[in-house]
Structures are given as structure tokens and as C-alpha cells.
């Protein structure tokens, strides 16, 4: 079978970053095939050059044999080309329909130009969403819909242009299992009708439970194409990072000397009116706790009290067994407490700045605007963090937006560190970067417990948090339904969230 899409010795270059060398891609009808690679392997750079938001620098495309080379996403698409990205790029203040055939809008009237025709917009809606087995009224504005739905919208509004090549790229981050599942459901239906599928994920599981065919990059550089049923999960991970991984650190129950000491940090049924029901919670020196619980479960809205970002009307938090009050995340620092935040290009990074100035936010905001951190000082310390932490940047000064997640996450972990928390509070932390770097990330989250620090982390993957967790705590229905000793498994937890009340 002839590939459907081909590119063959593809290289981009920005100044000082050789993006792609000769980079190849076959993609064919009727398979879903995955784009694997860490952070900064190359995957974003080459979906722009096939989308037609970068031009290529050297190489050839060819789409049905013919050779291509899209100037623009629309031209793109008008090739047959759509793209569904990580965050939903539709216009949530419009309804589904219009989102669907925004800028196509069928229309009637002379000459069939004046006049949208608003009944066949929602009929061809409405049979397209029911090519993915989705019933919604297409006349309600998109933001009343689920995330979930969202994506399934814009799945959509690609099927609408007779797409014959569909790219996803991270579709699955914002998403529930069951929702998850429902997705990779639509795409073997969508592969049985014989569409070519790029699927670009980080979660190894995904990639095995709906791929036919895999392509690894690493550095920019093609490393081979597999068919997923003779490459194991070990081989792929050894073709991402160059080398076989070391066995990972776990977390243990704590000793009964840390179990019985002192809490550092103590909620009593703190809680806040319409987020979180009224929570106990102990978070003490040299111990990970973990948050499970699933999406809605009050995790986040968890860390957000203990870092003053929402304000409590229930209970009290207590620091060394005096209570305090949060109006600001400005006294969270100031009692040693620091904060990654689930969404970490929105409430994290400053993707304008450095990455020395993004390290340095947190100690500068804690001395105050009237103390400036000498440019000397942020720079020798972020070259330290930099070395520490492995983060891959061309120098201390670059913008960190021009960083991958993985290194992104690692210099907010850096910013954090800078400061010398006693509770560090991790809300997804290894959410969108690569195996390697979440390994790199995990096992600094137990470095730094082991030299005392508290670490509150939380997570959707539960694998994750029972293996770094010397306790957890459970969330349902955003209350605390439990704790868990360290070393319990998944299903405790699952057991636990599950439970009747």
C-alpha cells in the first residue's frame, strides 16, 4: 500500500536551533499511526511544518502522491490536511454549528452568497457529530459544553473539510478515562472508514491501546518506524531517550518516628462553601503525600487554599501548630510554602522572560519590590538549577517560552526550589512532558523529601501518585473520603473512590 501522506528528509532550522534534520514520516490509509518522542524531540516543529505554519527548509512532502507544500493551516486544510490540538482552538462564545463551518458557512439566496442558511448548517451538524456517535443540540454556544464534547466538535470541523489525514496532537490531556475511551472509540471508527491518523501522546498506555504504527524522533532526528505490535513499551522508551532507563525510585510508608512527629503544615476542616467540603489534612516535614482522586475530586481546589489562591470560609490552617490566615498567596510564600500550578503556561511561566527571570520570580517577589535581586545573583543561580535540574536551554537568558514542557516544568520546580519551601505543593507536575523528564522530576520529588522538605503532589495518573506517596489521601466528590498507607496499589485507591458512602 502506497502512504497516503510521505515526508522524506525534512529540516527546519530557527536561529541557533536546528529543529529537524532530515526527518521522514509515511502516514497510510486506514491506520493511526504515533508520533513518540520527549520534549523538544522535534513533534510540535514537524506537525507546523505539515500544517503549513512553518516552511520546511529542505525536504519534500507528498499528499496522494502529488507533492505538496502548505503556505498556511488553511491551505493545509484544503489539501485534506486538519489538525485537532492539545487546547480546544474553537470559539467558545459561538454555537456548536458555527464552530463546525466557521468561515465555510453554507448560505442561499441570489447567487447563494447573502444569506447564511442556519437550518442546513445545524442538519450538516448534526450528521457529522453522528458520525462520532454524539447527540448535543449544535445550537447551543460551545463553552455550555464539557471539555470532552469540545474536542469532539473539533474532530468534527475537520471531518467537515473531507479530511484525509487527521493529526491529534495531545487530545487526551484534559480527559477522563471514560472519556478517553470514548475518543479512542471514534478514532477506530474513523480508521475503519480509512482515514490516516497522527496521534501525538505521552502516556505509553495510550499509544498501545489505539496505534497500529510508530515513529520515533529524538533531538530532531529520525530513529526509525515500527509497527506497535513488534515494538514493546522497553524498546520505545530506549528509542526516545537514547539509552535504557535506570529502575525508578518509590516512596515507602513513612517510619514511625516521622508518623508520629509533629505536622508541619495541618488543615482542620478547612474547607470552602461550593468548592471543597470541610477537609482534615497533616502534611508533615520529610513526607510526599498524595492527593488521588479523579477529575472534580477538590484537588486542585485543595492547593489553592493552602496557597492562599481562594480564600477559606471553613476551618482553620495551622503552620507549626499556630493558625494563620491566607489572604494572598504572598503569605503562603512568606510561611515557606510554594506552588506549580496544574496549568503551567497560564499560571506558571511568564513565557516572555528568561529562563533566569522566571527562576527568580518567587525570590524576588518574597524580598519584595523595594529589594532587587542583583542580575549577578539570578544568574548564578539559575546556571545552578539549570546544571541541577538537567534543564535543556541554550542559556540561562533564553525565553523560557521557547522551551519543552518538560524543561518548563522543571525551571517552575527550580523557581520553587530557589526558595527553599517547607511544603511544596506539585498540581500535576508531569502532566504533557516525556517519560525521561518525568522520571528526572519524580525522583527529585523524593530527593527532596528525603532531605525534609513536605511535598503535597497530585496527579492524574494514579501509577504516579502510589509510587512517590508515603501516604494518600483520597478525594471524592471534592471531600476527603480516606488515607491510604504508603505502598498500597491503584486499585486500593480506585477501591476507595468507589466506595459507598
Request: aromatic residues 4%.
Amino acid at each position: 500500500m502506497d502512504p497516503v501522506l510521505q515526508l522524506s528528509g525534512i529540516d527546519k532550522q530557527f536561529v541557533g536551533v536546528h529543529a529537524l534534520r532530515g526527518v521522514s514520516l509515511r502516514l497510510f490509509a486506514g491506520e493511526v499511526h504515533a508520533l513518540m518522542g520527549q520534549n523538544g524531540a522535534g513533534k510540535s516543529t514537524l506537525i507546523k511544518v505539515l500544517t503549513g505554519v512553518y516552511g520546511a527548509d529542505a525536504g519534500e512532502m507528498r499528499l496522494a502522491g502529488q507533492a505538496i507544500q502548505p503556505g498556511s493551516p488553511l491551505e493545509a486544510q484544503r489539501l485534506g490536511i486538519s489538525t485537532v490540538y492539545q487546547e480546544v482552538n474553537l470559539c467558545p462564545n459561538l454555537s456548536v454549528a458555527e464552530n463546525i463551518f466557521a468561515g465555510r458557512y453554507p448560505r442561499h439566496g441570489a447567487l447563494g452568497a447573502w444569506r447564511i442558511d442556519w437550518a442546513r448548517m445545524a442538519a450538516q451538524s448534526r450528521e457529522l457529530l453522528a458520525r462520532l456517535n454524539l447527540d448535543i443540540d449544535v445550537t447551543r454556544v460551545l463553552s455550555s459544553f464539557p471539555v470532552a464534547v469540545q474536542q469532539m466538535v473539533a474532530i468534527a470541523r475537520a471531518l467537515s473539510v473531507s479530511a484525509q489525514v487527521l493529526i491529534l496532537d495531545e487530545p487526551t490531556s484534559s480527559l477522563d478515562d471514560d472519556e478517553v475511551q470514548r475518543l479512542f472509540a471514534v478514532l477506530r471508527q474513523l480508521r475503519g472508514e480509512g482515514m490516516a491518523i497522527l496521534f501525538v501522546t505521552h502516556f505509553l498506555e495510550q499509544v498501545y491501546a489505539v496505534s497500529d504504527r510508530i515513529t520515533v524522533l529524538r533531538n530532531g532526528q529520525f530513529v526509525g518506524e515500527y509497527l506497535a505490535r513488534d515494538l514493546p513499551a522497553p524498546a520505545l522508551i530506549a528509542a526516545m531517550v537514547g539509552r535504557e532507563l535506570a529502575a525508578q525510585a518509590a516512596a515507602t510508608e513513612p517510619v514511625e518516628a516521622l508518623r508520629s512527629a509533629a505536622p508541619l503544615i495541618e488543615a482542620k476542616g478547612l474547607g470552602q462553601r461550593g468548592q471543597l467540603q470541610p477537609i482534615d489534612l497533616a502534611l508533615r516535614a520529610g513526607e510526599v503525600v498524595g492527593l488521588g482522586g479523579l477529575l472534580g475530586s477538590g484537588r486542585t481546589e485543595l492547593a489553592r487554599l493552602l496557597f492562599g489562591l481562594a480564600a477559606a470560609d471553613q476551618g482553620e490552617l495551622q503552620v507549626d501548630g499556630r493558625a494563620v490566615k491566607l489572604n494572598s498567596p504572598a503569605d503562603a510564600v512568606a510561611l515557606g510554602i510554594g506552588l506549580c500550578p496544574e496549568d503551567r503556561k497560564t499560571d506558571g511561566i511568564v513565557a516572555e522572560l528568561s529562563v533566569r527571570e522566571n527562576i527568580a520570580l518567587a525570590l524576588q517577589a518574597r524580598q519584595g519590590l523595594f529589594k532587587f535581586l542583583p542580575v549577578a545573583e539570578q544568574m548564578q543561580m539559575a546556571e545552578r538549577f539549570v546544571a541541577a535540574l538537567g534543564i535543556k536551554t541554550p542559556h540561562v537568558d533564553t525565553p523560557i517560552g521557547q522551551l519543552s514542557g518538560g524543561n518548563q516544568q522543571k525551571a517552575l520546580l527550580a523557581r520553587w526550589l530557589a526558595t527553599a519551601p517547607r511544603l511544596l505543593i506539585l498540581d500535576e507536575p508531569t502532566r504533557g512532558i516525556d517519560v525521561a523528564a518525568k522520571q528526572e522530576i519524580m525522583d527529585e520529588i523524593l530527593r527532596l523529601a528525603g532531605e525534609g522538605m513536605a511535598v503535597l503532589f497530585i496527579s492524574s495518573e494514579m501509577n504516579e501518585v502510589v509510587r512517590v506517596s508515603n501516604r494518600i489521601a483520597v478525594l471524592r466528590d471534592r471531600r476527603k473520603v480516606g488515607e491510604l498507607p504508603g505502598g498500597s496499589d491503584e486499585h486500593a485507591v480506585y477501591h476507595l473512590i468507589a466506595a459507598e458512602t
